[in-house]
């Protein structure tokens, strides 16, 4: 066991939930990945469509804000109602350095990847070796 | 997505590792103990209108191939599969994303229509159209005048 303890890269910000502009939101599950050379952040975030997604980076905080359109009418009655409709959000401290211009995203099927790269200077460098003559 | 029309009777008990009932409340016909809370995956939100049946359920990161989506003997079963995105070299610092296999079955309120369903898919949202059978359909009783 290593006796290092690393500090998680990404953190939930505080506040996890906060108000939009139309009253409180969900919460989007999220797994976050680390490799090499970037942070990848995926969300579920179903029912949305591209043009609703709104993916933010200042100050090392990323937010992530989707609107759903809703899909019944307003006065719909259910047979069955096991889940509510309405707009995601969440936001996350990044602790890691990140190539801020080289941050990109990309949506399908429900799903959010936003690919965060690692600034050169947070990048794991391999030292070569030279053979002295 | 397959999307399966069994009408025949066969054995579904060893299928079920879990099973709702819809409940319609309707004169007392069909009641039967309300589905529970913790139902299973995926969620599921039932409506109907005059014509259908429509089941919706959350599955993002389901591909429709990996869907499997049947109605047999008045239950519509909803399977699949969500796969994880592990790799070589990544590691995990928050999953919340749950994966793997589900299968869900729901006892549907009337007879519907298992020729004509319709099932459809659009950013991670699982929509099943279920026509009702003529039996099902609301029916206008003219009130003849008394003489």
Redesign the interface.
């Known amino acids: 066991m290593t006796s290092e303890t690393k500090e ?3 953190q939930e910000t505080p506040t996890a939930e906060q108000p939009t502009n139309s009253g409180l939101a969900y919460r989007p ?8 050379n970037e ?2 952040l ?1 969300m ?6 591209r043009d609703s997604l709104d993916i933010d980076f200042a100050e090392g905080v990323l937010t992530v804000q989707a609107r759903v359109a809703p ?2 009418a307003a006065n ?8 509510g409709i309405g707009s995601f959000y969440r936001s996350f401290q990044v602790g890691e350095q990140i190539d801020v211009d080289g941050i990109s995203a990309e949506y399908a ?3 959010l990847r936003i690919h965060l790269p690692k600034a050169e200077a947070a990048k794991p460098r391999k030292i070569a070796v030279k053979v002295a003559s | 997505m397959v999307l399966r029309r069994l009408n025949t009777g066969s054995p579904v008990a060893q299928l079920r590792n879990e099973m709702d009932w819809l409940v319609q409340d309707f004169f007392g016909r069909g009641s039967r103990p309300v589905a529970p809370t913790a139902a299973g995956f995926p969620a599921l939100n039932v409506w109907e209108d005059g014509d259908s049946l429509f089941a919706e359920a959350e599955l993002p990161g389901v591909k429709s191939d990996d869907l499997d989506i049947s109605v047999m003997v008045g239950d519509l079963t909803i399977q699949g599969r969500r796969s994880t995105m592990a790799g070589e070299g990544v590691a995990f610092h928050r999953q919340e994303r749950g994966a793997g296999q589900f299968n869900r079955v729901v006892r549907l309120p009337f007879e519907v229509d298992a020729q004509r369903v319709e099932a459809s898919l659009r950013d991670g949202v699982l929509l099943v159209k279920l026509p009702k059978a003529e039996s099902a359909k609301p029916k206008k009783i003219a009130i003849r005048a008394a003489e």
């Open positions: 998680p890269q990404v599950n999220v797994d976050i990945l680390e490799s090499e942070l990848t995926v579920d975030v179903p029912g949305v469509e899909r019944y719909q009655r259910f047979l069955l109602r096991e889940y099927d429900g799903v």
